[in-house]
């Protein structure tokens, strides 16, 4: 069973504009969310994190957005370079599994020149 | 250089055959952890071990069985291997045992191929 998901497999994005990546959760048990960054041939990267009790968490250009009524969070990117080019992974993590990291399927971002 | 390191990067094997991935964590780091990525699907989580201990068991099967040694590093074995075990398998690393708090780091993965 999926417990995150990530429905947007892809998204285009004009360099310069923002990107935003969706991602819904099942479990109401998590209480952390992580956004990674993979690029091809590459292992998976830590982007952004954002607990259960904060609603809102900035690092640079990248915001996340935690809607836990709706246990759906959000990474927006702003402004959106050639570079972010990759398959960002959602994932949470709740305190009785152990904070594994439980991933989306990814959702594949091209920013466009 | 992300600071954890698998061997071998790429294998193929034959089916009902067994292999072993290796990994060895970032320096100072007491956690490792076992992903599998097949195709079309996110990272699966395995299974976790901490200072030598096993943490965590996810979606591992019977004929997957790992460990971790007093120098930390970790093999994943894989045994009586299928098709559909072909994957990218990826190690991770946290100093502490709950790094899905505030993430972990990834090796570069190891490429299975079953044929």
């Known amino acids: 069973d999926q417990q995150v998901k990530q429905n947007s497999p892809s998204l285009s994005v004009q360099e310069g504009r923002i990107s935003i990546l969706n991602c819904d959760y099942t479990n109401s048990m998590f209480d952390y969310f992580l956004w990674y960054k993979k690029y091809p041939a590459e292992g998976p990267t830590f982007l952004i994190s954002?607990?259960?009790?904060?609603d809102k968490n900035e690092d640079g250009r990248f915001t996340v957005f935690l809607n836990k009524s709706a246990k759906h969070l959000s990474l927006h990117i702003v402004p959106s370079q050639p570079g972010d080019s990759a398959v960002y992974f959602c994932a949470a993590s709740a305190s009785n599994s152990g904070y594994a990291l439980n991933f989306g399927k990814g959702t594949s971002l091209l920013v466009t020149p | 250089d992300s600071g954890v390191t698998q061997t071998p990067k790429h294998l193929i094997t034959a089916t009902g055959q067994r292999v072993t991935l290796r990994c060895s964590p970032r320096?100072?780091?007491?956690?490792v952890y076992w992903y599998q990525q097949s195709l079309d699907q996110g990272l699966q989580f395995l299974i976790q071990?901490?200072?030598?201990?096993?943490?965590a068991k996810g979606n591992i099967l019977e004929r997957f069985s790992a460990q971790q040694f007093p120098d930390l590093h970790s093999e994943l074995n894989l045994s009586s291997l299928e098709l559909g075990d072909s994957a990218l398998y990826f190690c991770a690393s946290s100093v502490g045992g709950t790094g899905g708090k505030y993430g972990y780091t990834f090796g570069s993965g190891t490429r299975l191929t079953v044929v």
């Open positions: 071990y901490y200072n030598g201990e096993e943490r």
């Open positions: 320096s100072g780091d007491l956690s």
């Open positions: 954002i607990s259960s009790i904060k």
